[in-house]
């Protein structure tokens, strides 16, 4: 499947595929508000096979088959604290 890929320039890390260059007119209102003025980034060729690296190739050929675009969402930020804290028990753990 053909893509184009759009990034935000209001939201770091955050993109839409949608089928056809330049057709929002699948995504909804509030979203590209928030968007923003979406910036193109590339036009890939998607297949089942190829290797993505945030989201699984089958997912957005699934989206923007059904709905019309796919939103990719930067990954959750690493809460530091709570890993050393998970490290630091577990560490404990092994000691006793």
């Not at 330049?22 to 003025?37: A, H, I, K, N, R």
């Amino acid at each position: 499947m053909l893509c184009a890929v759009y990034k935000s320039i209001r939201k770091p890390q955050t993109y839409i595929f949608v089928a056809k260059r330049d057709d929002f007119s699948q995504v909804p209102t509030p979203l590209l508000e928030q968007f923003g003025p979406p910036q193109l980034v590339s036009i890939l060729n998607i297949k089942e096979t190829t290797k993505m690296a945030m989201a699984e190739a089958s997912r957005v050929i699934k989206a923007v088959t059904d709905s019309g675009f796919y939103l990719q969402l930067p990954p959750p930020p690493i809460d530091y604290l709570k890993d050393h804290k998970n490290r630091k028990l577990q560490q404990l753990e092994s000691e006793s």
